[in-house]
């Protein structure tokens, strides 16, 4: 039997000594790369605005306990119909029309108890910070199936001449600003959704406009998106520097606060950022956040010319202006979005 097998013996021992040099090889690379003070400065950095570093950002998020309303609204939602391709369609058309009527409403869902809760209730939604978190993301989708079923309310109500639209229009800023308090990347760009929305088709809705509209217009989502942005930063400075603190994350932490610090300074509507290093991709949700500020002055002039008044031609956009012709509303240039981007239109056809 030794004989047998006695070749295996030697072969056992190369092979193991092949495994302790790969491993050694492994080892010195990982510790040649491996460089914890470039990472640890870069953590340390201030963020613009006053958002200090890295290391202090759980500070500024405390966690909030779910309020029943939410749950309430959570068995609602989960009644309205799943990927309602007709009222998705309806809702991304009318914010891409230009034209002040409003075609062909679908079948629509009863939601007046989806808004009565958010119009009067308190609600406070459980949060899943990790980036993500499969609970996070499912309830994404059911923050932007009401707030489409809502948004197609008011349309269908203002083709009426309804005033009562405009209810569900503050129900969906309301359940926008349910989220206020939460990090998550990803619930920061579903409250800009909704704030998007409400404003696409709040210049078709009847006047008088409400008061909150005012707080609609004047709130500018760059601020908590550079939150989230930062967030997400720390999320990927914790993970990598407990496994592995390298000179490129140390690296990727300066290249994306860079970014950071560029969007905090930009003035204008038209902005095109590189693309950041920890975490997807947002270069084009950068472009849809600060072309809001073009469509919030969009909806506040078509009003104004609705309303017998005067638009106002300047714009906090430093690469752009106002203009009307006396049926037409233009912004002075065209700011391009990117599929699946539904964007108002920058000229608006508001008399006939």
Not at 46 to 75: C, F, H, I, Y
Not at 170 to 195: E, Y
Request: glycine content about 4%.
């Amino acid at each position: 039997m030794a004989f047998r097998y006695g070749w295996f013996v030697p072969t056992l021992k190369k092979a193991l000594i092949i495994v302790i040099a790969a491993l050694g090889l492994i080892t010195s690379i990982f510790f040649s790369f491996r460089n914890d003070q470039a990472v640890a400065t870069s953590a340390a950095q201030q963020w613009p605005g006053e958002m200090g570093s890295l290391e202090k950002v759980g500070d500024r998020w405390p966690q909030r306990e779910p309020t029943n309303a939410s749950r309430q609204l959570t068995a609602l939602a989960e009644a309205l119909p799943k990927n309602d391709t007709a009222l998705n369609d309806f809702v991304a058309r009318e914010i891409l029309r230009d034209q002040i009527t409003i075609g062909e409403v679908p079948s629509l869902t009863d939601v007046s108890a989806i808004r009565e809760i958010l119009l009067k209730e308190q609600v406070g939604w459980e949060r899943h910070d990790e980036l993500g978190d499969s609970r996070a993301i499912a309830m994404r989708a059911t923050h932007m199936t009401m707030a489409r079923a809502l948004v197609a309310s008011a349309l269908n109500k203002a083709r009426a001449n309804d005033s009562s639209a405009w209810e569900d229009l503050k129900a969906v800023w309301k359940l926008a600003r349910s989220l206020d308090n939460h990090p998550q990347m990803m619930t920061q760009t579903a409250a800009l959704s909704m704030g998007r929305m409400v404003n696409a088709v709040a210049w078709k809705m009847p006047l008088p406009a409400p008061e909150w509209l005012g707080e609609l217009q004047a709130r500018d989502d760059v601020r908590p998106l550079l939150d989230a942005f930062q967030h997400q930063a720390a999320d990927y400075w914790k993970s990598g520097a407990r496994f592995f603190p390298t000179k490129w994350l140390a690296t990727s932490i300066d290249h994306d606060r860079q970014i950071a610090e560029d969007l905090f300074k930009f003035t204008g509507c038209d902005v095109n950022t590189p693309m950041n290093q920890l975490g997807t991709d947002l270069t084009s949700l950068w472009r849809r956040a600060f072309r809001y500020r073009a469509e919030r002055e969009a909806t506040a002039n078509a009003i104004r010319v609705r309303e017998g008044k005067a638009i106002e031609t300047n714009s906090r956009c430093s690469d752009g202006g106002w203009m009307f012709d006396g049926t037409t509303l233009r912004f002075s240039r065209e700011i391009a979005t990117t599929t699946p981007d539904n964007a108002m239109p920058l000229v608006l056809r508001i008399k006939q």
